[in-house]
């Protein structure tokens, strides 16, 4: 795995960042919940306590005032109307009804003659929704008055106790389906009869298949606790009706309370109202007297963020699932705290901090992630660039001892971190190496310096020697020894010498253009006639292999490798000089028969001063008093490196023999 | 002064002592090792040359302020002085033209060689060089320096082209223009010049030049002479490299 990849998994860790953060955001929504629920809780029982004993406030009867400070108890005539949240339209249909069969009151006279009642309060306007059952639906007759007795067929009447408790009635009469107003009965100028139109109180008509619907409203403002509703079922136009319902049939009084909370107590709840927050009065039986709902209303916390972002957040931060709203309770008690008059049930939606947590969330995730981001591609930047330095390095390290010469200069060798601190050491161990190697190939050169000036000491008087007449022959003779030693040693020193000049030679040399086929042909022909013991094949390319190189150096190169293929090749053996055209390069190849390379001299064989081989059996001890040092091969491979190439020796395949290859670039 | 007690100087008297002879030639040897010095006094001296030596440039140059040698044979390191014999050589060149100056070192880089010859050195020999070689040159640069005093008189004279080589002055001219050989180079020359298109290895250029060299030093002698040649023809190309043999004069 590279540094690289580890860094950069090491910078996935910052995303631990947004992720804390949900948590951190998750946590805070609970406590947010959970004071809220508690100041929600506050709330309910502060408005429950200044509604404590307002019986008044809370339903329309304060009739005795005795009966006022405790909640009205339901009696069978008693109607509780629903708190709609929309006004019906008033036209005899029941689909913009709440669909609440429990709520109908039913009221029976037999099997086929019966009615309920549905009320509602919406505004201060009572509604109110009879369903009758009658299988003969008897209209008054069209254009008769509607005191006319032989014209009347079915009527609907509404009795109620006016604000200051009078008994009133009203009657519906239709003539057909539609609209219709309540009339009233009144004593005329002389004390008769007269049907009044009251406008306040209108209706609908309609017949259903089972009888007739009568759909009506009724302000508020006109009643006073008791209300209830009579029909007076005529099977024929004109008969005597057969009354049933919720009036006293004699005098058509009212039997039972509506139920119905004051107008002012919406008003009053409604200062507590806020958005997103719903507060509902019920009766002890569970009846709704009042109702402010401001849960939609819900203020807009800021423009919308982008709701792709906010959607794809939630969608890893957020459980599945709607936030539930929050529900609190609260009783309200009468004034001396004996008995409940209602209770209070304070709602408020979670959307309100549920757009808050939003917007905190999504500015938090937008920092951790972006936090992560910078992070990630800091670490990315910086593996890479760490990578890229450590890779200069690495291929300095490798470059630096090859060829001849050692590269002590490091790239950063001037930065002042660490990899400053490995690059200056690299350098500076180099450089003792450098140093070490240098004085080590400079020895042999020092060496023979040294050496030369007593051997020339020894040689000069030596040679003095000789030209003294009076030597005895036995002086002669260890003359003559002391001689050939001495002339051995220098052999020694000239070879050791030799070194040296062949890098100044080298380093001076000068490079053409030249073709190598010709020249390692002429060569291959010198040396057919140098070395007549021997066999000589060369193997070269038709076309011309030019190159820049040294001429010179190039043959002194195979001077070398065909001097050493002789030296170590049976007499008679074949040798073979090639050269091939690979991409980039030219190689020169030397096989020859003979042993083959003991496996510990690979890569010494190039060495300065290596002794090449021991002479073995098959060439014979050497006549020439030059000593084999080795240098030839080294000789070499400095040529080899002067054109840009390398030079290495190998077993032939078959082990028949040995290969020694040149590769020069071209 | 120049008494039996100037041992004290380091500089030794010729052993047949007596006065100079006229018809004896003065050979100066400065060299700081005193062995060497004295052997290279005795085989001169042996072969009839008064020999005086100096151990230090500065005895040398006290020496050489009474009198000039004929010849000077000079080490480059002398005693605390490294480079002193290149000194030594500037100044004596600075003294006279004619002077033969050989330097006989063990310092034997081609920076070296190349300096020696460009302060206007004779010849610069290594101290590999035998007794019997060093005076066999030594003999050599006198014959040239007589031949050089006598112009008139023609000696063994090889004309190749443009080429006139005077094996008895060792002078080398090239389109009448002289060419100033150190005497190495002259002999290698010479074996090349006098048969032209015939190929000389390079042991047969070291038997020519009378010095024990290896390869490449053969190589950059060549490779001076050609430089040489071509400072005064740019164009010059007679000597030729047979890779893998040797060396040829081409016409």
């Known amino acids: 795995m590279s540094l690289r990849l580890k860094l950069l998994l090491l910078g996935l860790a910052t995303l631990v960042l947004p992720w804390a953060g949900c948590r951190y955001a998750r946590e805070m929504e609970s406590a947010l919940r959970q004071g809220e629920s508690s100041s929600l809780l506050a709330v309910a029982d502060t408005v429950a306590a200044s509604l404590q004993g307002r019986v008044d406030l809370m339903y329309r009867a304060p009739v005795d005032t005795a009966a006022a400070q405790t909640a009205p108890k339901p009696g069978p005539y008693d109607l509780e109307p629903l708190v709609l949240s929309a006004a019906p339209l008033i036209d005899g249909y029941a689909d913009d009804w709440p669909q609440l069969p429990a709520a109908w009151v039913w009221f029976k006279k037999d099997d086929e003659h019966r009615f309920g009642v549905l009320t509602g309060v919406y505004d201060r306007v009572l509604y109110v929704l009879l369903d009758v059952r009658d299988p003969h639906l008897v209209f008054d007759a069209p254009g008769a008055s509607s005191l006319d007795p032989a014209a009347m067929g079915d009527r609907v009447w509404f009795g109620f106790q006016n604000r200051e408790g009078a008994e009133q009635q009203v009657f519906f009469a239709a003539s057909g389906p539609g609209t219709l107003t309540a009339r009233r009965v009144e004593a005329g100028e002389y004390g008769e009869d007269l049907a009044v139109i009251e406008p306040r109180i209108r209706g609908s008509w309609q017949p259903t298949p089972t009888g007739y619907r009568l759909e009506a409203r009724v302000p508020l403002s006109m009643l006073g606790g008791g209300f209830g509703v009579l029909i007076d079922d005529r099977d024929q136009r004109g008969a005597a009706p057969s009354s049933y319902g919720m009036l006293r049939p004699a005098d058509l009084h009212t039997q039972g309370q509506l139920i119905v909370a004051a107008p002012e107590l919406t008003t009053y709840l409604e200062q507590f109202a806020q958005p997103g927050l719903k507060l509902v009065v019920t009766a002890p039986t569970g009846q709704m007297l009042a109702r402010v709902d401001a849960l939609a209303q819900v203020v807009d916390l800021d423009s919308d963020p982008p709701p792709l972002l906010t959607r794809l957040y939630r969608r890893f931060v957020d459980r599945p699932g709607v936030r539930p709203p929050l529900e609190s309770q609260a009783p309200i008690y009468d004034r001396d705290r004996h008995g409940l008059i209602g209770t209070l049930?304070?709602?408020?939606?979670?959307?309100?901090?549920?757009?808050?947590?939003?917007?905190?969330?999504?500015?938090?995730?937008?920092?951790?992630?972006?936090?992560?981001?910078?992070?990630?591609?800091?670490?990315?930047?910086?593996?890479a660039w760490l990578a890229l330095r450590l890779s200069r390095l690495r291929r300095a390290s490798e470059s630096a001892l090859t060829r001849t010469g050692i590269v002590t200069t490091f790239p950063d060798t001037r930065a002042r971190d660490e990899l400053g601190d490995v690059a200056r050491s690299f350098s500076t161990l180099l450089a003792r190496l450098n140093e070490y190697t240098g004085y080590l190939r400079t020895l042999a050169g020092k060496l023979a310096h040294e050496i030369r000036t007593p051997l020339t000491i020894v040689r000069s008087s030596l040679e003095n020697l000789e030209t003294e007449a009076e030597l005895s022959p036995g002086a002669r003779?260890?003359?003559?020894?002391?001689?050939?030693?001495?002339?051995?040693?220098?052999?020694?020193?000239?070879?050791?010498?030799?070194?040296?000049?062949?890098?100044?030679?080298?380093?001076?040399?000068e490079r053409t253009r030249c073709d190598l086929v010709p020249l390692i042909a002429s060569a291959v022909a010198a040396y057919r006639g140098a070395f007549a013991q021997r066999r000589f094949s060369a193997e070269l390319p038709a076309e011309p292999v030019s190159l820049e190189a040294a001429p010179d150096l190039i043959v002194q190169m195979l001077d070398k490798l065909v001097d050493n293929a002789v030296d170590f090749s049976p007499v008679g053996a074949l040798i073979t000089v090639r050269l091939k055209l690979e991409p980039g390069a030219a190689v020169l190849e030397v096989d020859n028969l003979g042993a083959p390379l003991p496996p510990q001299l690979h890569g010494r064989l190039f060495e300065s001063l290596w002794q090449s081989r021991p002479h073995g059996s098959q060439s014979p001890p050497d006549p020439d008093t030059r000593p084999h040092f080795g240098l030839g091969l080294y000789i070499v491979r400095l040529i080899a490196e002067f054109h840009g190439g390398e030079a290495r020796a190998e077993n032939l395949p078959d082990g028949s023999g040995v290969r020694f290859a040149v590769r020069l670039a071209r | 002064m120049m008494a039996k007690s100037v041992d004290a100087f380091g500089f030794r008297a010729p052993r047949c002592g007596g006065s100079l002879s006229p018809m004896k030639r003065l050979i100066a040897i400065v060299e700081d090792e005193a062995a060497i010095r004295d052997n290279y006094a005795a085989a001169f001296e042996r072969e009839g040359y008064s020999v005086r030596t100096y151990a230090s440039r500065a005895l040398a140059l006290a020496a050489f302020g009474a009198r000039l040698p004929d010849l000077a044979v000079i080490d480059i390191s002398l005693e605390d002085e490294p480079e002193g014999g290149f000194e030594l050589c500037r100044q004596l060149r600075a003294r006279s033209a004619e002077l033969p100056i050989i330097f006989l070192t063990a310092r034997d880089t081609e920076l070296d060689a190349v300096s020696g010859l460009r302060l206007g050195a004779d010849d610069f020999l290594t101290k590999d060089l035998s007794l019997a070689h060093l005076v066999a040159r030594v003999n050599a640069l006198f014959r040239r320096v007589e031949a050089l005093r006598r112009p008139e008189e023609p000696g063994e004279v090889i004309r190749r082209g443009a080429l006139t080589l005077d094996a008895e002055r060792m002078q080398a001219q090239w389109d009448g223009k002289v060419v100033l050989?150190?005497?190495?180079?002259?002999?290698?020359?010479?074996?090349?010049?006098?048969?032209?298109?015939?190929?000389?290895?390079?042991?047969?250029?070291?038997?020519?030049?009378?010095?024990?060299?290896?390869?490449n030093t053969i190589t950059s002698h060549v490779k001076r002479i050609r430089r040489k040649f071509q400072a005064v023809d740019p164009k010059f190309d007679a000597v030729q490299t047979a890779y893998g043999m040797g060396y040829r004069w081409a016409e």
């Open chain 2, 181 to 215: 050989l150190s005497l190495t180079e002259f002999w290698i020359v010479h074996a090349l010049a006098r048969h032209p298109g015939h190929v000389r290895n390079r042991q047969q250029l070291m038997d020519a030049a009378n010095v024990v060299l290896d390869d």
């Open chain 1, 345 to 383: 049930e304070v709602t408020q939606t979670t959307e309100r901090w549920g757009r808050l947590r939003d917007r905190a969330l999504t500015r938090m995730l937008n920092f951790t992630l972006a936090t992560s981001l910078i992070a990630f591609v800091g670490m990315f930047a910086f593996a």
């Open chain 1, 477 to 509: 003779t260890y003359l003559e020894r002391a001689r050939q030693g001495s002339e051995r040693l220098n052999a020694i020193l000239i070879a050791m010498g030799a070194a040296t000049r062949v890098e100044e030679a080298i380093t001076g040399a």
